[in-house]
């Protein structure tokens, strides 16, 4: 069954730079992995890595100190599964990586 995700990017209120860059890396386990395009940010899918790369096309999208923005993705789920691990990226405009890792699991686990 293909799902719908959504995922929270917030820039730390104690931040003193914004984010203008995310990644969001396909799970091995689910298929048909795609990201949805977001006003403001170019998608470029990144093959050698199975992640989904957005750039903010101007500073008036970065996500600033406090902020938050909301990327979708959608992919087909496996029939069973337990905390199965997403991988995500925040960049800020000085290249600091943020990393973080989310899991879903399916009604059979």
């Not at 929270?8 to 091995?28: A, H, M, Q």
Request: charged residues 25%; aromatic residues 16%.
């Amino acid at each position: 069954m293909s799902v719908n995700y959504s995922a929270k990017f917030c820039n730390n209120i104690s931040s003193t730079v914004p984010v203008d860059e995310i990644r969001i890396y396909k799970n091995g386990q689910f298929e048909d992995f795609e990201c949805k395009t977001k006003e403001g940010w170019e998608l470029v899918f990144i093959h050698p890595r199975n992640a989904c790369w957005y750039v903010a096309t101007s500073p008036v999208y970065y996500i600033k100190p406090g902020k938050c923005e909301i990327f979708e993705f959608k992919a087909r789920a496996p029939e069973s599964g337990c905390e199965m691990v997403w991988e995500f990226e925040s960049i800020d405009v000085n290249q600091f990586i943020l990393f973080v890792f989310d899991t879903t699991s399916t009604e059979n686990c």
